[in-house]
């Protein structure tokens, strides 16, 4: 008995005590914030700096009413986003109000968990007309705007004027042909001694979907879905099997350059043509500003590429868009929409143009010093939005009403991948093609 | 009168113990009320970690199995009974397949590696040099290393435009190698990665196992004039077999469930060549929203890893020189 | 223990390269990252590995710039909350089946230990749908509450009470003690070497939790320093090389040094448990 009490374990219960009074109080403290001003959760999935130009624009909007406070929260990448905003809804953790990609438009949509910003629209006789037509009809159904559009961008190719010149080759035109692009990347590839690789196309279902739309053909059947549900999927017709063998042949001779997918591909591909190891690479037009401030090279700007011997059809916008959820307050959900009202004045839409390189969607915009100012000082900015002015909408690139895009640009990348790698381009998309037919046989089968 | 015996003969009711047969088992209660007594303590002691294992564990486990007989909605509702349909379309899809030959190429390779690499550390770490203790504390090292450190650390030597391999490559005139964006090299670069991740901890429990094989055997050895290398053999591995086998199954079971440095340096890619088990789950669940698929990959994970941990625990036991 | 015998010169240099060898292997990945982590971004992007501005300039960006402090803080009460509760609920488990008596223990012992082979990746989904039940998401108590308690510590100090002598048990039982008394004044402090390496256990395997925080928290003022980590990075569309290695830095460098002030109890510890 002597030995049991020579142990002394108070110091351990002492500890577990610490910790509880610990746990309590910190829970408390967390949720006690206290502020007079309603709070407004915004969920976005903006990075560099588009992301420290959006933080900026909701700490203006904070200071300029004394009502709401909008707070922002990076939520990482597209693909991610969606299936957290869907599964937080209806409990403390969800936003009032989020950003959502283009292709989740009609999974957001038949969700039933977001209240339609025509909602707002009506009840403030809010002019929609200032707002580009183009990308409003993307995330509208049946007259009803849906969410607001807010980063748009255009899939774009841009080159190094300044490499070029040193090389002494001639730059693409602004609507180049698969040949056009092809010529200028071997020239680079040759005349540099093997240094400096032609093009880059980023493993990215976005870009795959953008050859077809440039080519008229449609991914989904039913018009794209705009016509009805889609039933079945086509990756392997005359655009997907020109364009990727197209890609494939430069690959192996080495003009082309694959940076693989997933995040750290855009990272590595924009360092490569920063520091002057790549000459051209198709991305989203939201890379502009980025790129004229990490070189000092001159950029040059081109339409997004087409099949040689067809005339591009024109590609449909990318980016995302705002959406109000309706698990909030009726206070809260009014204030998100006086934030997205807040974000689509002209001269704001004009300096979010300025900082990112997505394209201002409000029509005055245009006439804003800062973005005459930045036309002036690089013409080539122009570009996107004269390919967006250009393009008469269609079918086929007006965007892909379907469920399940994500599994379609997971599907369509392995494709890419296998091909980049050299393997048989017909067998991998038609493969991906199979899978993706089941994917959607079964989703349409669930969601009945 | 067992209750007599047992309350005056704490020697009796040891040995009982001894022989785990609880008593109320043989079906002669000593004392109905302490016996009362003990349930009601059993139910305190045990009911905060029952409760939770319940919850996180249990439930899910049964959760899980009637989800992967389901097609999923949108909102990750079950709606549709489609019976086994998605482990059939699961074993019979091709991708699924080469998941599964990758997640076995991984482990077994992060395995092998680990495990020989870690003793190799451990026995060189064992001899009796000048400042080995130094030695020691590096090879540790790597314990302190979290997942995101670690991917970090890698990335920037894996990097195709800055990182080390490649300047090395250049240096020597080698073909740069795009370790991030071919499927093979991809591979590599993880479980080098998962490798160095690993070494800190397998070392030190080699270490302080090889440390704890009595000098004497050794030294008897040495009198024999029986070389190092028979030694290790023929003394250390035997000796050391319990932590070998523990170690091996940690490291297996760890494999088995990776994610995130797979997350953080490839994502799954390329040509989901290391797309592992744990990665497509995610990925089927958490992007792509289909529940009921997802649920049917971890019921197979599941099985796996059960699999394993049951064949390990139930052969190697035998063979284990304790 | 080879006073007699030294080995030929050769065979001591071989060891001492062999040791300088891998001691390099293990060391290179910390070096480049704490050493890119001094020099400017610029420099690192083309390439260099020497720069005339080495700075902590880095750091104080991170630091400034971004939550990584936050995300710190985050992570050690997460650890510390789950390691502290995981402890009392696993020595209380282990205590029930080592020192009561009663039915089916054995049975229940053995669910136990099964849960070993059910990996907690496997059971994601509806644990997420339970947690979202709960209220939980996104906050602490969300990556606190599903791992209160560990088959794996349950089993670990099992073996450890087991080693205690039965006689005091004996001795306590006629002296009228109860299970709880027994259990604070003699279990724990008794085993307190156990206890210790499942607490540096359980620590470290929390703060390596990476899959699960991530699907259960969405703000910062939650998020632990593991997809802090990743957060940063993912937010990063310059290769801005030098704030993420010093992020990373900032990071590893207080574990390291938990670490080898622990290492004693980890290492003998984790012996005792896997041996026995």
Redesign the interface.
């Known amino acids: 008995?002597k030995?049991?009490?020579s142990?002394?374990?108070r110091p351990?219960?002492f500890?577990?005590l610490i910790?509880i009074v610990?746990?309590t109080t910190?829970?408390g403290c967390?949720s006690a914030k206290a502020d007079s001003k309603i709070q407004i959760?915004f969920?976005h999935e903006m990075?560099?700096?588009a992301?420290v130009q959006l933080e900026k624009f909701v700490n203006e909007f904070n200071k300029s009413q004394n009502k709401y406070t909008v707070?922002p929260?990076?939520?990482?990448?597209y693909?991610?986003a969606?299936?957290?905003i869907?599964?937080?809804h209806g409990?403390?953790?969800s936003p009032a109000v989020f950003q959502s990609m283009d292709i989740s438009t009609s999974?957001i949509y038949?969700?039933g968990y977001t209240t339609p910003v025509q909602k707002f629209i009506n009840a403030d006789n809010y002019n929609v007309n200032k707002i580009s037509a183009v990308a409003r009809a993307f995330y509208s159904k049946n007259g009803q705007q849906l969410s607001m559009p807010f980063n748009t961008s255009q899939p774009v190719l841009y080159y190094n004027a300044s490499l070029l010149k040193k090389y002494d080759i001639t730059p693409p035109p602004v609507d180049p042909s698969y040949s056009d692009i092809s010529r200028v990347a071997q020239q680079l590839y040759a005349r540099s001694d093997k240094k400096v690789k032609g093009l880059s196309v980023e493993?990215y279902g976005w870009l795959f979907e953008q050859f077809l739309a440039n080519s008229g053909e449609s991914l989904a059947n039913n018009d794209d879905g705009h016509s009805g549900t889609p039933t079945a999927v086509n990756f392997s017709g005359t655009t997907a099997m020109t364009t990727m063998k197209w890609i494939q042949e430069n690959i192996k001779s080495g003009a082309f350059m694959?940076?693989?997918?997933?995040?750290?591909?855009?990272?590595?591909e924009?360092?490569?043509f920063?520091?002057g190891?790549l000459g051209m690479f198709l991305q989203s037009s939201a890379d502009i500003s980025?790129l004229t401030a990490?070189t000092e090279d001159k950029l040059g700007i081109t339409y997004y590429p087409h099949p040689d011997g067809q005339k591009s059809n024109g590609v449909s916008i990318g980016g995302a868009s705002l959406w109000i959820s309706n698990d909030k307050s009726r206070k809260v959900q009014r204030g998100s929409w006086e934030f997205i009202k807040y974000l689509m004045r002209s001269q704001n839409q004009a300096a979010w143009q300025a900082a990112t390189g997505y394209l201002a969607l409000n029509k005055d915009s245009q006439k804003e010093a800062v973005l005459q100012k930045l036309y002036q000082k690089n013409p080539a900015a122009r570009i996107p939005s004269q390919q967006l002015a250009r393009t008469v909408p269609n079918n086929t690139n007006s965007g892909i009403f379907m469920?399940?895009l994500?599994?379609e640009r997971?599907l369509t990348?392995?494709a890419m991948?296998?091909i980049?790698?050299g393997?048989n381009i017909k067998s991998s998309l038609q493969?991906a093609e199979k899978?993706m037919n089941?994917?959607v046989k079964?989703?349409n089968?669930?969601?009945? | 009168m067992d209750t007599q015996i047992t309350n005056k003969n704490p020697q009796m009711r040891y040995k009982q113990r001894k022989e785990e047969k609880p008593l109320m088992a043989t079906g002669l209660s000593y004392n109905k009320s302490k016996a009362l007594r003990d349930r009601l303590y059993a139910l305190i002691f045990l009911g905060p970690s029952l409760l939770v294992l319940i919850v996180f564990v249990f439930f899910p486990m049964f959760r899980t199995l009637y989800l992967s007989f389901f097609?999923?909605?949108?909102?990750?509702k079950p709606?549709?009974f489609?019976g086994f349909a998605n482990y059939i379309?699961l074993l019979s899809?091709?991708?699924y397949l080469h998941s599964l030959q990758a997640t076995f190429i991984y482990v077994i390779a992060v395995s092998c590696l680990t495990l020989t690499l870690g003793l190799l550390l451990a026995q060189t770490a064992s001899q009796k040099v000048r400042g080995i203790s130094f030695f020691r504390t590096i090879f540790s090292g790597t314990m302190g290393v979290s997942v995101s450190v670690a991917a970090i650390f890698w990335?920037f030597i894996f990097?195709?435009?800055?990182g080390m391999l490649d300047q090395l490559a250049n240096l020597l005139h080698l073909p740069a190698i795009?370790w991030?964006?071919?499927?093979g090299w991809a591979m590599t670069a993880v479980v080098i990665s998962t490798v160095w991740m690993n070494l800190g901890f397998t070392f030190l429990i080699f270490f302080g196992a090889i440390q704890s094989v009595p000098s004497t055997l050794y030294e008897a050895a040495q009198i024999e004039g029986v070389s190092k290398i028979y030694q290790f053999f023929h003394i250390t591995l035997p000796m050391i077999s319990p932590t070998l086998f523990f170690v091996s199954i940690i490291t297996l079971i760890e494999s088995f469930k990776s994610f995130g440095l797979i997350d953080l340096?490839?994502?799954?890619?390329?040509?989901?060549a290391t797309n592992l088990l744990v990665y497509r789950i995610y990925?089927d669940?958490?992007?792509?929203?289909?529940y009921?698929l997802a649920s049917t990959e971890s019921v197979i994970l599941a099985l796996i890893i059960a699999f394993f941990t049951f064949i390990q625990f139930k052969v190697l036991e035998k063979r284990v020189n304790y | 223990m080879n006073k007699n015998i030294t080995p030929p010169i050769t065979q001591r240099i071989g060891q001492i390269f062999l040791l300088l060898l891998l001691a390099f292997f293990i060391l290179i990945p910390f070096l480049l990252g704490f050493w890119t982590s001094l020099l400017p971004t610029a420099d690192i992007?083309?390439g260099a590995l020497w720069s005339s501005h080495i700075s902590l300039s880095n750091y104080y960006t991170a630091i400034t710039q971004t939550p990584i402090i936050r995300y710190l803080f985050n992570s050690l009460?997460i650890s510390?909350?789950t390691m502290?509760?995981q402890l009392?609920f696993c020595s209380m488990s282990a205590y029930a089946f080592v020192f009561i008596e009663f039915k089916g223990r054995d049975t229940l012992f053995y669910i136990f230990l099964a849960t070993m082979m059910l990996p907690f990746e496997a059971e994601v989904i509806p644990n997420?749908v339970t947690v979202?039940n709960m209220?939980l998401?996104?906050?602490?108590?969300v990556m606190i509450i599903p791992f209160l308690t560990s088959a794996f510590g349950t089993f670990m100090l099992r073996q450890a009470f087991m080693q205690i002598p039965k006689e005091?048990r004996e001795?306590?039982e006629i002296?009228g003690?109860s299970h709880w008394r027994?259990y604070?004044?003699?279990v724990?402090?008794?085993s307190r070497i156990s206890?210790f390496t499942l607490a540096a256990y359980s620590f470290l395997a929390s703060w390596n939790q990476y899959l699960w925080p991530m699907l259960t928290t969405?703000?910062?003022?939650?998020r632990p320093v593991q997809d802090g980590l990743r957060?940063l990075?993912?937010?990063?569309?310059?290769?801005n090389w030098g704030m993420i290695q010093a992020s990373a830095a900032i990071v590893v460098i207080p574990t390291l040094i938990v670490l080898f002030i622990g290492q004693h109890y980890f290492k003998s510890g984790l012996n005792e448990g896997a041996v026995k």
């Open positions: 008995m030995k049991i009490n142990y002394n374990s351990l219960l500890l577990f910790c610990l746990l910190l829970t967390s959760t969920w990075t560099g700096p992301q707070v929260q990076f939520e990482g990448n693909n991610e969606v299936q957290k869907l599964n937080t409990t403390s953790a999974q038949n969700s493993i694959n940076y693989g997918s997933g995040s750290n591909a855009p990272t590595n924009m360092a490569g920063l520091s190891k980025q990490g469920q399940g994500i599994q997971t990348q392995t991948e296998q980049y790698d393997k493969d899978q089941s994917y079964s989703l089968q669930a969601n009945k | 097609l999923t909605n949108n909102l990750g709606t549709v489609i379309s899809s091709s991708a990335l990097n195709p435009s800055v795009n991030l964006t071919q499927p340096m490839t994502a799954g890619g390329p040509d989901n990925q669940a958490f992007l792509s929203g289909n009921g | 992007s083309k009460v510390f909350f502290a509760v009392l997420f979202r209220g998401l996104n906050h602490y108590a005091l001795a306590s002296e003690l027994f604070a004044k003699v724990l402090p008794y206890l969405f703000s910062d003022s939650f957060q990075q993912s937010q990063e569309t310059f290769n």
